[in-house]
Every structure is written in C-alpha cells, then in structure tokens.
C-alpha cells in the first residue's frame, strides 16, 4: 500500500503531485506529503497527518516552487500515523529525500550502523534509512542512481522508491522490488507513479519497472539498468484507459459509480471471449489455449485458486463452476494460509492466483511458492503488468477499466465472469462439458449486462426514504449485528455482501451456508439482528425457505434477494428485492448488486467515508 508519485519537466511540481496523490488516495490515507525541488536548489518538504485535504492545507497558497518533485499517500506498517512519520523522509541535512512503498526488512542493523557513524534519524520509519544510506553513499558515486543501487543492495524487503537529490536537480531516481512503479513518458517531461489513472491525465505512454530494476528518469530521458547496473531496453506500452475512467462523472462516491459501471465492465470482459461463430456463440481463451499447447496442463488433476478478500469470495463461486463443468477438483485457499500450510501442490495441480490489484503481497508469495513447486500458474487480474502477470504462465485479464474505490465492485463480478469463462474452457479441455452446456452458460452470460442494468433501474427506484432500500438502510443503518445466509454458490455471495457491509458501513455482519446457521449462529439472532437471505430460485430453494421459516421463528427482521416472478417469497420475507431469472450459477453476478447498494446506503445513513473506509487499502503489498 502506499502511493507514490514524481514529476520532473518544467511545470510547476506541485499541483502535478498533489493531484497524483488525490488519485493515488485509495492506496492509504493515513498522511500524505511532497518534497519538491526549485531551480535555485531548495529543497521544500511538506507533509500532514490524516487525509490528503491536511497536505492541501499544510501547503497552503504558497506552493512550494520547482519543477521537480515527488509525493506519497501513507498506509502506516512501520510508526503509527503521524508527521514526523509522514514521507517524504530526509538525509540529516535535508539534500536527500525519499518516498517508498513496502518494507525494509532489515532497517533495524541498517539503523544502528547508520546511528554509528553520526546520522541523527527523526522518525520510526522503515522508510528513513534510505536517505540517510543514500547520503552516505552520494559523495563517492558518480549519480543518484548509482547511489541508490549501491543502497538498494543493501536492503532486504519490498520497495518502489523516489528519490531527489538537491546535488542531482533534474533528475527523479526510481526502483521497485515487489512494489508497483511506473513510469509515464511526455513531451519534455515525465512522471512516474504507483499506478495508472495517477498520471492518465498527463501520458498514454508507460513504461513498467520490473523487479529489481533502477530508473534514473530527467525531463527528456529514462535509463533502466538492474540494481547491478547494467543497462536495459524497453520500449513503452500505449494505456487504452479512457482518462474520465478515473473520475467520479457525476456520482457522489467512486463506489456508487462503480456499482453502475458493471453492465459495461461485464461486456468488456465478455468482449473477444465471447464470440459469435455461424453455428453459433463460441469461447476464445486464447491464453489457456497456448498454455495447454505447451503441455503444461497434461498432467493437471486439479486446481488450487488463491486470493485475498474480495477475490477468494470470486474463487469460491468459480469452485462451483469448475467442478461442475470440469469434473475437476479445486481447492479454494486464503493466499495468507496457503503460503504456511505446506500445501500439497505440484505439476498435477493448476494454479489460479486471482487479484485485482495483482500486487497483493500474499498472494504474490502464495502463487510464486505453488509454482516454485511445478504448478502452471494462470492469473486472473485487472492490472495489466502487474506483478502477478510476472509470476504466470497465462494471465486473464479482467477488462474491467481502473477501479478507485477502496472497495470492489465492478471487478467482483468481471472477476466472476472471467473465473466461469476460465471454468468453461476447462470443461471443454478435460471433455466433461457438452457442448450443449457450454453454448447455453455462453449465451446466460452474455444476457447478464443486460439483466443487471435493470437490476440498477430496480434499485434506483427503490432510492429514497420511502423506498425498499431507504427502509433496509435505516434499519440496517441502526443494528449492531447483520446476518447473511445463503446456499451453494449463494453462500459465496452471502460472504461478498457481509463483506460489503462491514468495509464500507463498519456494521458488524456474519455470513454462514444456510444450512449452517442452526448449528450455533441462530443463538444470535433476535429482533435486532436482521438477517438478509438468498433466495434466487435453485436447487435448494426450498432449503432455504425452510432455513428461513427458523429465523422468523425466532422473530427476526428477514430481507430476502429473490428471483422475478417469486410472489410466494412475499409470505416468508418482511422486504424482497428481485433480480432476473439465470441460470443458479449466474445469478449472484446480479444478486450481488442489491447487497453492494444497500451497504452503499447503509454507509450514507451511518455517515460512513464510503470510498475509503477506515484502516484500509486497495491493494495491500505487505504481509
Ligand atoms: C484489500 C482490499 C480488498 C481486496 C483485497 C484483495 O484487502 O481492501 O478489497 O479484495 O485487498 O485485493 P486483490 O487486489 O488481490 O484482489
């Protein structure tokens, strides 16, 4: 976590940064601050406790001048939030300053040697010592990045930095090791970020930094060597993200507008994959197709999906989907477990590391750690040249377009989609799913963005005090407690809604297979502890019907997501929202939207910070 932002050109640094950051805001939010250089070699840094707002106002209307310049947004690991903790941090005489993301293992020897020789340190940070290693090292070297890579291998740990240096004007050096860093290439002028939509404004044109590599980056010029030296070509990638992706277009919240950008996020992952043939609709993967051209699925007997939050609830429905389709048996981990679990994995076993971000450090150590021990890696992300597609054999992109909102949305359900797609060309690999099947699921998928735009149509009518979710929201918005119940690929749902609402509304919600809740939960349940049920027609609708009737037993307030044309769901449930008819396994896609609104609105009425939730991240690179 942590963003970071630079800019060297001619333009003033500062608004540049600033408005980097603001887009950078939902990889920490814990402080914010700049360091920014002027033409007559004055090093001014400037940084707040809190959220980027606190910079804005620490700096003032006298904006630190200079035309080089870099930036940080904090999500705090080592020293809580404060200041002094804030980066950019600075060598003792403030020549050197440095932004970073990640962690320095080994900061606390690199400490005390540097405490040794005379350095005077100001904050607890991890970050600190690089200044002061990078102040060390600068008089013997011949450029700033030459010094950093003599420092860099120094350290252990993950990092992408920016470094400035007043003996260096003209000149932003970057570095990354399990940590996210671009570079974007303008006229006279470059930048460099975390991650895209920083610097869409600016450039189409990036350069992705690979592990373990050096960029010394001037107005007109970009030299990537390894942390050796040596140097090293890349040409830079054209960003088709369309800039107004990244804006709030009208919409309070990111999260609002995410939530209705999901019929267009499902085309576009349907997109290519999808695709009409004269004897009817047909599926191209084409990077499994090369993967299994290279016999690296001859042996594969099962799968494993590894994620985080969010992503394994995606891996968990496409278990349902790969084990029905392909007869295969699939394993869905926590990546954090996985990693310490001496798991049981090899070349039999076909890995998918499912990650938006694609930097989740977890599940980066998970999947380099099922591949290290043979298994063909796929990787299932929204980011492309991510660190996990470092890491794959095959990667399937979600398309989804950038998502800034602390929490997912619109890549829960293309994730979803891609992970089903990747289940239907499994099938069709291990000869399990007739074609029938697969033309049938190939056609209810792409009915889905249609279906769920008038889910949105339902909900939005629903707005409103007066209305459903008006109603739900007041009184969710007052509980202490929430109960989530569903059954088969429901119960993944029931999860991904629970989790909804405690990210974004701090409610505190539980979710357990229905037919689970009899076994201890229910002893939770009474009159103020709400329970919110899937009951989308399937194989165990009935089930969940009887599931129900206990919980109303005990008299608690039941809001049921059921399918049109369901009048009978009136009689067991105090509210119902309805979604379109799909097949079982589709129909959380659509059965998720009314969960993601309702904690939407629970979050408004609680007077949540609904795009960046306490103690969050999006994207979480540490342990
Ligand atoms: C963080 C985010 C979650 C996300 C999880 C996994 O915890 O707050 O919303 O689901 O990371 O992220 P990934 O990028 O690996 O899907």
């Known amino acids: 976590m942590c963003g970071i932002v630079g800019y060297v050109g001619t333009k003033s640094a500062t608004p540049i940064l ?50 080089v310049g870099i ?25 050197i300053t440095v932004v970073h993301n990640g962690i320095i293992e080994n900061y606390a020897e690199l400490r005390d040697e540097l405490q040794a020789k005379g350095h005077t340190f100001r904050s607890e940070t991890d970050t600190e010592i690089l200044a002061h290693l990078l102040e060390d090292l600068l008089p013997t070297t011949a450029s700033l990045a030459e010094a950093a890579r003599l420092a860099l291998q120094r350290v252990t740990g993950s990092y992408a930095i920016a470094v400035v240096s007043r003996a260096h004007p003209g000149h932003i050096v970057g570095a990354r090791l399990n940590g996210p860093l671009i570079i974007g290439l303008g006229d006279g002028e470059n930048f460099l970020a975390s991650d895209i939509p920083a610097i869409l404004k600016h450039t189409r044109s990036i350069i992705i930094l690979e592990e373990g590599e050096v960029a010394d980056v001037t107005p007109t010029s970009v030299t990537l060597t390894d942390l050796n030296g040596a140097a090293i070509a890349r040409a830079p990638i054209q960003v088709d993200w369309d800039a107004e992706a990244a804006e709030k277009g009208g919409y309070p919240h990111f999260f609002v507008k995410e939530i209705h950008e999901q019929p267009q996020a499902l085309r576009r992952a349907l997109l290519g994959r999808v695709v009409e043939r004269p004897d009817g609709l047909a599926l191209r993967l084409e990077a499994l197709d090369k993967l299994a051209a290279t016999g690296a699925l001859d042996k594969m007997r099962r799968a494993v999906l590894l994620g985080c939050g969010t992503s394994i609830h995606a891996a968990l429905l496409a278990k349902y989907a790969m084990e029905r389709w392909a007869r295969l048996p699939v394993e869905v981990s926590i990546a954090s477990e996985y990693r310490y679990a001496d798991p049981i994995v090899g070349p039999d076993t076909l890995c998918i590391a499912v990650t938006q971000s694609g930097e989740t450090a977890d599940t980066l150590a998970a999947t380099r750690l099922a591949r290290e021990m043979g298994a063909p890696v796929v990787a299932v992300t929204n980011v492309v040249g991510s660190a996990i ?83 739900v929201a007041a009184r969710l918005a007052g509980c202490h407690s929430c109960m989530f119940i569903g059954r088969g690929p429901g119960f993944p749902l029931a999860l991904e809604g629970a989790l909804k609402l405690k990210e974004i509304s701090y409610v505190h919600a539980e979710a357990y297979p229905a037919g689970e809740l009899k076994h201890g939960p229910i002893a939770l349940l009474d009159p103020t502890v709400p329970l919110i049920a899937d009951a989308t027609t399937g194989h165990t609708y009935e089930k969940v019907i009887s599931n129900i009737q206990e919980v109303r037993a005990r008299d608690a307030h039941v809001i049921a997501i059921a399918t049109e044309g369901d009048g009978g769901i009136q009689r067991h449930a105090d509210e119902v929202f309805y979604v379109p008819a799909a097949p079982e396994i589709l129909a959380p896609i659509l059965a998720i939207v009314p969960l993601q609104l309702i904690s939407y609105h629970v ?14 991240a999006k994207s979480v690179t540490v342990e």
């Open 18 to 67: 600033l408005e980097g950051l603001r887009r950078l805001e939902y990889r920490g939010y814990d402080s914010a601050g700049i360091a920014v250089l002027s033409g007559a070699g004055e090093l001014q840094v400037k940084k707040a406790t809190g959220k980027l707002h606190n910079l804005r106002t620490a700096v003032g209307t006298i904006e630190p001048e200079g035309s």
């Open 71 to 95: 930036g940080h947004t904090r999500w705090a690991t080592h020293g809580r939030p404060s200041d002094d903790n804030a980066h950019p941090h600075t060598d003792c005489h403030g020549d």
């Open 389 to 471: 597609t470092r890491v794959a054999d095959a990667v399937l992109y979600l398309q989804a377009g950038p998502e800034i909102s602390v929490t997912a949305t619109k890549t829960f359900v293309t994730m979803t989609t891609v992970l089903y797609l990747a289940g239907l060309w499994l099938g069709r690999h291990s000869g399990q799913l007739v074609e029938v099947e697969e033309r049938q699921m190939l056609a209810a998928l792409q009915t889905l963005p249609g279906q769920m735009e008038r889910v949105l149509e339902t909900m939005t009518a629903a707005e409103g005090p007066d209305g459903a979710i008006g109603r």
């Open 603 to 616: 979050a408004l009425a609680r007077g949540c910070n609904v795009d960046q939730p306490r103690n969050l």
